[in-house]
T-cell receptor, first 115, second 114 residues
Framework: AQSVTQPDIHITVSEGASLELRCNYS??????LFWYVQSPGQGLQLLLK??????LVQGIKGFEAEFKRSQSSFNLRKPSVHWSDAAEYFC?????????????FGSGTRLSIRP | NAGVTQTPKFQVLKTGQSMTLQCAQD?????MYWYRQDPGMGLRLIYY???????DKGEVPNGYNVSRLNKREFSLRLESAAPSQTSVYFC?????????????FGEGSWLTVV
C-alpha cells in the first residue's frame, strides 16, 4: 500500500541553525516525491519535487531534498533557517510514470523557529 | 492565471444538510483530486479522477460523492453533512506530462458542520 510517514510532528530550531525534516515512504513502483509548505491559513506551495535524475534536488527558498531509494526516504534540508520558514511541511508520493495515480500525503511536520 | 479555483471559500452547514463544493482548473490537466485537511492528520485523499469520465476512491471516501463533469470541473458532494466532515477541503489537479508533473492546489474551502 502507498503511504508516507513524517515521524516528527513538531520541530523547533533556532534561527540560523540547520534543518532536516524526515520523510519515509512506502510505494511499490518508482515514486514521484514532493515537498510542500503551508503557512497558517494559506494554501500549499510546492518546495521541490523528485521524479528522475540527480537524487539531490534543489527547491525554492534555499531548500533541498535527497532521494535515497535504499532507505525509502526523501528528507528535506536547509543549511540555515529564517524566521519566515516557520510553517507546516508536507511530504507526498505518487507514481512517476502515471498521472492517473493517487497522490498520498504525510501527516505533516510543524516547524517553529526560535529567535 | 486562475489555476485551480474552488467555491465556496467558506460554508457553514447544519447536520443533515447537503452541499456541493465546486472545483475548476484551466490548465488542461487530466487528473483532479479532492483532499481534506484536519489538524494532525495532514491531507487525506477523498476521491480522485484520472481523466474525464473516471473517478476512484481515495483514503477517506465515506460520506462523499464526486462528479467529473468535464475535463475542467470536478465537484465534491456531501449528501448529508455530519460534524465529522468539518474540515478544510482542497481541490488539486495534475498534468499527464511525465516531466514537471506538479500538483496544483486550490486555495481551500473551509467547511463547518454544526
Amino acid at each position: 500500500a502507498q503511504s508516507v510517514t513524517q515521524p516528527d510532528i513538531h520541530i523547533t530550531v533556532s534561527e540560523g541553525a540547520s534543518l532536516e525534516l524526515r520523510c519515509n515512504y512506502s510505494y511499490g513502483a518508482t515514486p514521484y516525491l514532493f515537498w510542500y509548505v503551508q503557512s497558517p491559513g494559506q494554501g500549499l506551495q510546492l518546495l521541490l519535487k523528485y521524479f528522475s535524475g540527480d537524487t539531490l534536488v534543489q527547491g525554492i527558498k534555499g531548500f533541498e531534498a535527497e532521494f535515497k531509494r535504499s532507505q525509502s526516504s526523501f528528507n528535506l534540508r536547509k543549511p540555515s533557517v529564517h524566521w519566515s520558514d516557520a510553517a507546516e511541511y508536507f511530504c507526498a508520493v505518487g507514481a512517476m510514470y502515471s498521472s492517473a495515480s493517487k497522490i498520498i500525503f504525510g501527516s505533516g511536520t510543524r516547524l517553529s523557529i526560535r529567535p | 492565471n486562475a489555476g485551480v479555483t474552488q467555491t465556496p471559500k467558506f460554508q457553514v452547514l447544519k447536520t443533515g444538510q447537503s452541499m456541493t463544493l465546486q472545483c475548476a482548473q484551466d490548465m488542461n490537466h487530466n487528473s483532479m483530486y479532492w483532499y481534506r485537511q484536519d489538524p494532525g492528520m495532514g491531507l487525506r485523499l477523498i476521491y480522485y479522477s484520472a481523466s474525464e469520465g473516471t473517478t476512484d476512491k481515495g483514503e477517506v471516501p465515506n460520506g462523499y460523492n464526486v462528479s467529473r463533469l468535464n475535463k475542467r470541473e470536478f465537484s465534491l458532494r456531501l449528501e448529508s453533512a455530519a460534524p465529522s466532515q468539518t474540515s478544510v477541503y482542497f481541490c488539486a489537479s495534475r498534468s499527464a506530462a511525465l516531466s514537471g508533473n506538479t500538483i496544483y492546489f486550490g486555495e481551500g474551502s473551509w467547511l463547518t458542520v454544526v
